[in-house]
């Protein structure tokens, strides 16, 4: 029998959710040296977390975020909170001796980042390990894109267009809750879904982003308050039952990769009826790929090697075998989900975990795609073509 | 200069309009070693023939369409008339030793259509040719297909699917024109569209339909007459305002190709909201082609000869320079449409004459599929599995 | 806490391990009145079902089927192995007053199928519970896809047509599994993926078949002997190293539906780049619906009450809350796979019991299929229209 | 009989054919008060001249363009020929009295772009007219969705999304043609495509680009010299057999429209496979409209309007006779392509001068679209935020 990841998971929303399919399955799908047990689950409220932990199958309960740290007998922390807390939990958990896995973004500012990144830089060193969890990096179809470039399939790149579309607050009447607000959230869209696809694009082209030019907008200023934000002083209603938005609805930026590629980037959630519509397509000298995560189970891809009669994008049904992930699931063609992109991703994190290596992306991955975060928020308020800054450069 | 090949076209409806703008446009999109003159047309009404001839561009216009075919300055009569028309026409332009064009299909009855094809048989031993005008197989894409799968890229074919689905009689208000009435017509979906589907197939695969098994239906048995079918004696009107539907409104069946493949068929006038939805797919032992009319410009193809890991069916756009018929046209992606089938037709017909060489479909090929026409009606009638009678069989 | 339901699986193999991962989520992702329990396993090799029984999940496991029976903690058996042991099994399961769950189809033979179906209605008078895996119902999609028939969102039906489409032999070197031997499949593509779309267009039109002709072929006749198939007598090899397939490769039948609806159906695995195309599309005097499940998560829509410029087919993307089952995922966009057909199939079947009502499909459902299999085997022997057997006729 | 319009066209080449093929077409499929003559054609090369005038259609020709306008018996100058020519072949034109189409970009530079414009509004006062060839405006799905975003069906415009992608000089053994020099072209992709999609999009948002960041690229810096561009001086060669690409690539821009809306833009000939890829889509507060030139008779639409669980972008077959142009074509279904567009733009033009009224896109229009490219380029230059000159304001 393998030996046990006792994991302690912080926050049970959406997220936590999500994360809790991965641990429940993980070993399920897959063989692994390691068991994960689901040892227990934090939040705030006594009476949410504990039918939490029984819905999605966590052994034990708390409120108390800090003894999950204290426990001997958890050797994980998984971080499925919003934003503004990640750093705080991931410096005890890591100072702790605990390895991490922590939501995307990392974190709301540079510097938390930055504090972040240097202090997994430092429990390395003792063989504790840091994750950030960009999770659509193990959609198969994005893996196999990333095959794909580094196999050379499609040449020099040239160009990224990458989008990440949805239109959960179209309607003005949707109410102000915590993901509108600056102080918990610390960007809209900009950091909940561009974060996805400035990782996915880096990921997939093996380049970073350099330089940006930015916009961002906020379409709706003012939104009813809900219950949980009427009581946030920041939001102070002043008496019209709205509260202001006070991050961007929508962030669109142009930019130039280290690697000579030119490219686009619009995270919005204003794009009716565009529902996850997370888009990269990649052009190079030599062919192009396109993935939609709509229809998550398809990889496009043009070989301009082929025939030129013959020439076309083809539809990669990205279900076989010996596709990334695949050969634990289903047959051809059957099709797998959202919640498998956490499930490989703690596949991944088990095993380099149990190998004593370095998962990724690293907080240092998470790090520079804060600062690219960061560039692109400079760049829209002061209208100007911005340099990302280096992950090693300091204030 | 080039010659010229002189016209008279019977007929100036749909068709009429659609074989017009071929002759027009032809000699400027292709070099051609005859140049088509657009000589005369006749119909039966004097003002919309006069009409017809100013718009569509004919020199002249009658009402006698015997006339043409007395002219000695007429080469090809070209024919568009419903089908219980064709077989005197093209007898008696054939026998005047004027080279035809005829609409399929090619008559309303086997009997008919095999004195077309023997009367056509006989012109070419004196050089004079007979085509019909099955001009769905001049879609570059289609044309591409027969390339290919007569060049082995998707290896001994087992499937064939083919299915013509339209939905202009769905509302059962839509009154009792003529394509409706047997006895104009011939039958209803089956011949004005399923021909299309038995031609294009056989034309793809270079296999016959040997036997067939099929159902017709008629889902709307009487509907409103019109100034024009009011006055047919066969719908003869009961005072309900209402006359019979004398056609199927679908028609399905099985089949057994001589080469071995298996297919299904369907041909529809009640598939809401298919318009022109003529789709035909083959599935061989090394790959497959699907096409659908709707999307004229592109057509799939699997290739399972490439890496598992990159098989998909790609979406070839059949604009390129070396794809059939296109060096005529425009760049790479920019499309063309429907009425580009009638000029390749022509095309091909101004070539083949020139050349003194068979045209095809010949009268021939057009027997062959009003063979199939036959049969299926009969298995829909007697609801047993039938073969298909050889072109060379003899009452 | 909810009362448990305590399942004893039998077969851990495909299905088994679809079955597992249902068993295993369903209350995790619902709120139900029962916990299902994943008390024992069963499997003819000890190694095999111990290894299964630890990678599934299941807290015992044995080789001997009857135990399972024969125990009191077990409410419900749920049948996982090939279809020439469904009925055998099923019986002895509801005689001993389990429930049972059986994938389809339900058995190899009418008369095995009949016998279930009688037995299933009798233990269904004491509360005892028999459900047969159709789990293509639970498709998000095809389950509001019979919605809005029912809801006469398409109006009267006239036309359905239905593909399952594979490919996973097309390779002649592919050897001769079980699921190619008669006397262990029953049937080839007909009576495996075929059934499929005969219960599920069924459902979703809630008409019958009843009428049918047919045609199967085998397209290649001997195939490598495996280790296991080797052992078979009734595949008796002659010294080649091959034995003889004794299944369909592919069944194609026409149909006449009770409510009028004429049908094409077509079951293949030879349909080479198909990978998993359960395609069925339903044209109805309103509208039209179409699924293909390689698109699970989407289902195209045609309105034709909407504006006629308007009209289109959509693309709903089957990912809001209120579409079938979808409230106890993930937010829009973000879309499910094939195991959790098979969670909403036990989920409907664990509030059935609890309710004390018929889960459906039912054995008398799923011995309706089988007379339409059934039918279609004999049409395509006869090469005549054969006329659906009722469920309710006796030999 | 109708009057005629007597036509003079400058330039035979790609533009030359395509406007060849709308006058010889025009009056074959609307019904118009004047009819089109072609009455000569110029052009530099004697020969070439004269055998575009015989394969095009042209009456006569010339290799003397100011002959054109100074005839009596020509009534409009229709301009074919590079941008770096525009500006004085119609001021000559507009000052002799003749009506004018002009292909795009108006000029190669704003003052050439304004003086016409000038010119265009001093005849206008006489009744003398003058039009730019924006095409795209004229496919019927570009109507269409102009139609819905007037009548209100999307709402308030939140979203552009507008790509120009085509790939045809992505392989570096591609020569040196004039479309790569700035002195003849103006721009590479910008001008060639990017005007495209500029004008194609404030068209059908009514909105207009106030102020844009771009960045320009060219990734192939050197090409093989061509007969022709080794003639060239500016391309001095250095005896390496290569010349300077001194136009860009691909130009990518963000923009804020005057009616609030945000923007991203691309025009490429890098992007590997995609062809003549215009794509546009624009979302609103209430639905959304999504168009791709490779799909030129489709139109994607979402209507936010509709019952929940129904919605879904939906693929309007944009061939209906109550869709714009479609009644002089064809029934449902059957596509039209790239040429239409030009067919349409006569067609429009003719309405327009026999009514006496100003055709659109006029000379301001396109001047307006000048101003956006100018804009885009001084932003590439300056790497800063550029405002939109006025079309009004003064240097």
Redesign the interface.
Known sequence: MSEQLRVGMVGYA?MGA?H??AW??VN?AF?LPLSARMTAVSGRSPEGVAAAAA???WDEHTTDWRSLIERDDIDLIDICTPGDTHAEIALAALAAGKHVLCEKPLANTVAEAREMADAAAQAATSGVWAMCGFNYRRVPAVA?MRQ?VAGG??GTI??V?A?YL???I?DPSFPLVWRLRKELAGSGALGDIGAHIIDMTQFVTGQSIASV???T?T?IKQRPLTAESAGLSAAAADGSGLGDVTVDD?A???A?LDG?A???Y?A?R????????LRVEV??????LAFD???????E????ALP??????????V??A??PYIAA????????????TFTHEVRDLIEAIAAGQQPTPSFADALQVQLVLDAVSRSAES???TTVESALQRA
Chains 1, 2, 3, 4 share one sequence.
């Open positions: 959406f999500a809790s399919t429940r399955t399920h063989d819905k999605l199958g196999l794909m399939r499609i040239r160009h267009r989008q949805q239109d959960w179209v030019s930015a916009l907008e379409f929508a669109l930026f142009l130039r000579g030119v490219a686009t619009e919005t204003f794009a009716t009826g565009r529902k996850n519509a052009n190079g000298s030599l062919g192009s995560f709509e229809r998550q189970n398809e990889l891809f043009y070989d301009a030129s009669a013959e020439q076309g994008f083809s539809r990669i049904l279900t076989e010996d596709h699931w289903w047959p051809p063609g059957h099709g797998i989900g959202y919640e498998h209208a100007q073509w």
